[in-house]
């Protein structure tokens, strides 16, 4: 465990209150990422350690000749185990909040030189400052957070018939239920179309940054990108602790949520065929995926606009 506590230490050193520049902001949430998979592969360890416990304790109690001496040792060490896990898990909760603090405080520091970029950009539009716009929107990408799966069950909801139901209040609980599903929906295809419209700009960015290239390097005088021109999204996944290839993260989970709403498209049965043969989705490719999925969304949330009004 020497090396979790030497993690542990370097992340507590600094936190977002003492991170003053954008580059001690990056560097810490990259460390605090690294510190929370530490603890979350130590709670695995510790779960893991906990239930062969458990279980040498039930067979010392089944057993004909019980020791009791080392059933008492057991049930201590139970107690240590226990008090080392609700340790660790209020780690991991500290290293959440931290690590959504970072998210936070970057992505707004992003926004803002993108914005100022786009404002450059509509004065004269340049090959610079297209590669930076590309470079710190692939930043902004790497900190998106996951999309999580729809909490309104769509099973149930589609179960839903308010022409059956005679009782008033019941019919209001299941109105209210169903006005909430739409609202949670009405969120996520506005997150999916937020995300599409980032997406489609970054590819939209790098067409023109290889055409302006191919251009250059015709004329002969292209002499290499800038630091700000390079990629931050490739496919070795190591970023200084920052996940790599966001959109694949994403991609499961709206695999999941249209798999939730009814049965897939052959479009998404493609899309989990390359997630699962690649480790890596292209943004051309996730476009596509998002682009179903809103339809899928849209066509899911009329459906329970009609049950709403029978």
């Known amino acids: 465990m020497n090396w979790f506590i030497f993690i542990t230490i370097g992340v507590i050193g600094i936190g ?12 810490f949430y990259g460390q605090t990422i690294f510190a ?17 416990n458990a279980d040498e304790i039930i067979q010392q109690k089944k057993s004909n ?7 008492a040792r057991s049930l201590a060490k139970g107690l240590t185990l226990s008090e080392q896990i609700k340790a660790n898990q209020r780690r991991m909760e500290d290293y959440h909040k931290r690590i959504e603090t970072l998210r936070i405080q970057l992505n707004s520091e992003y926004d803002y030189i ?6 450059q950009q509509k004065r004269q539009s340049t090959s610079s400052i297209e590669k930076q716009l590309r470079y710190w929107t692939e930043k902004k990408l790497l ?42 929906v009405d969120k996520y295809v506005d997150q999916i179309r937020t995300q599409r419209k980032v997406y489609e700009s970054l590819v939209s960015l790098r067409k023109r940054t290889t055409d302006f290239i191919q251009d250059a390097y015709d004329a002969g005088t292209w002499t290499g990108f800038s630091r700000n021109g390079t990629s931050l999204i490739k496919n070795d996944g190591v970023n200084n602790g920052i996940d790599i290839n966001p959109q694949n993260v994403q991609a499961r989970t709206v695999i999941s949520v249209m798999r939730q709403i009814g049965n897939p498209s052959n479009i998404v049965r493609n899309y989990e065929k390359v997630l699962s043969m690649s480790e890596f989705m292209s943004e051309s490719d996730y476009i596509q995926l998002l682009k179903e999925a809103d339809k899928q969304l849209v066509a899911y949330r009329d459906l329970l606009t009609d049950k709403l009004n029978p």
């Open 143 to 184: 900190i998106t957070p996951p999309m999580n799966n729809l909490s309104y069950d769509p099973v149930t909801l589609l179960k839903i018939d308010l022409y059956k139901i005679t009782d008033p209040f019941e019919k209001e609980v299941r109105k209210e239920y169903l006005q909430a599903a739409i609202i949670e």
């Open 114 to 119: 993108i914005d100022s970029l786009r404002i």
């Open 16 to 27: 977002p209150l003492h991170a003053q520049n954008m580059e001690e902001k990056e560097l």
């Open 65 to 71: 000749q019980p020791n009791k001496e080392r059933i």
């Open 36 to 52: 929370w998979r530490a603890s979350a592969h130590a709670a695995d360890s510790l779960n893991q350690r906990m239930k062969e």
